[in-house]
């Protein structure tokens, strides 16, 4: 089959790293059942974040209003408000999914332990947007981003890389 004449050949997404983010989180709160799955928040607790061009503190509001469907897999919905480290608020949002193969499940529920698992083993992908006033970031206002997630002691953290074109 011909492709549509209407394709343009573009060249492959190009990425470069912006920031790593470790995020603290409270215990869970389990919201329950709805139609669409089982809703816990997990709220933010703090942390921190760090790169070439910006880093601070991941403040203790906020955090993942995620919705467990059906077939294992969670559906993030994250609200966090960054402080730079030279006192500059950036809020973050971010979706995304954690898909664990059924496997992985039982591992995962051990938050005693589920930071030892090789995030080579799952499916962790976010897509963090930036909002800020501050002056010297509202280049944050306008770049998209992907994050690769992995779990942590204590909560989780991400690699966030700009989308360049």
């Known amino acids: 089959m011909a492709l549509d004449p209407r394709f343009k050949q573009l060249s492959n997404v190009r990425t470069e790293h912006l920031f790593d983010v470790a995020i603290d989180l409270q215990r869970p709160l389990n ?93 962790f992908k976010t897509n963090p947007l930036f909002e800020t006033g501050a002056k010297d970031y509202t280049w944050m206002n306008d770049i998209v981003c992907v994050g690769t997630g992995y779990l942590i002691e204590g909560g989780i953290a991400y690699s966030v890389a700009r989308v360049v074109q």
């Open 31 to 123: 919201i329950g059942d709805g139609p669409l799955g089982r809703r816990v928040f997990f709220g933010a607790a703090g942390g921190t974040f760090e790169g070439p061009r910006v880093r601070g503190q991941v403040l203790p509001v906020g955090g993942d209003w995620a919705l467990f469907r059906p077939d294992g897999v969670m559906v993030l919905d994250v609200r966090l408000t960054l402080r730079t480290h030279d006192d500059a608020l950036v809020q973050m949002t971010y979706s995304g999914r954690f898909c664990p193969p059924p496997e992985l499940r039982a591992a995962i529920a051990d938050v005693a332990h589920r930071h030892e698992i090789d995030p080579a083993r799952y499916y």
